[in-house]
């Protein structure tokens, strides 16, 4: 499984042994979707290449499936499942306020990190399907919303616990956070400009002093 994933390939592979067998295979194409598009993106994912790199026949790919749209939506919620797995559920242990907050951005930025050789499925899939309608774009816009409502809530928490100054926008921070990854994504993936990441965490340590209560 490539970097980009967030389930190690031993953790996905016991959860899909609890799995019947028709969907332990289309789980298994799923993980080299996903692997796959990390690579070259959503729009390169093909029945075709995907049989091929499975070792199956089209049509045995296109029976889990049925269109290329299905299989990519399916990419795009494996990829937020294990997003969530990671980077939210950790989060929600730590209690409300800052500290929720300060976790949600270090798994996030753990996470990132892990995905800057191999590529982010949701910022590649916004360039590619951004003025693009469809089941598709829906998909993504939905993953990336869920994620960003997440955060904008356990900031307004923090607001509410009092660690927040009163004026503080809960959407305007989370806005800016989100900017944070996009920035580092850029910086280091795109520009490989050393120490984007220490100043990413840096930018993050500056919203929360200027907000912070």
Not at 23 to 52: C, F, H
Not at 130 to 158: F, K
Not at 178 to 204: D, K, N, W
Request: aromatic share 8%; proline share 4%; hydrophobic share 45%.
């Amino acid at each position: 499984m490539s970097r980009t994933a967030s389930v190690t390939p031993a953790s996905a592979e016991t959860r899909s042994r609890t799995l019947p067998k028709g969907q332990q295979t289309k789980a298994a194409i799923v993980d080299a979707a996903l692997r796959m598009a990390a690579q070259v993106g959503l729009e390169g994912l093909s029945i075709g290449s995907l049989a091929e790199a499975m070792g199956m026949s089209k049509s045995g790919v296109f029976a889990h499936f049925g269109s290329r749209d299905e299989l990519q939506i399916s990419v795009v919620r494996e990829y937020y499942a294990r997003f969530e797995a990671q980077v939210f559920q950790p989060a929600m242990m730590q209690p409300r306020g800052l500290p929720r907050v300060r976790a949600l951005f270090e798994h996030w930025m753990r996470f990132t990190s892990a995905e800057l050789d191999s590529g982010c499925i949701f910022i590649s899939g916004a360039v590619e399907f951004d003025d693009r309608p469809g089941p598709v774009r829906d998909a993504l816009a939905e993953a990336v919303g869920a994620w960003i409502d997440a955060m904008t809530r356990a900031v307004a928490q923090a607001g509410e616990q009092g660690h927040l100054l009163a004026s503080a926008d809960p959407r305007q921070i989370s806005f800016e956070i989100h900017a944070l990854i996009l920035a580092l994504h850029y910086e280091a993936r795109f520009m490989r400009r050393p120490g984007s990441m220490e100043r990413a965490v840096q930018g993050f340590h500056n919203i929360l002093a200027r907000h912070g209560a």
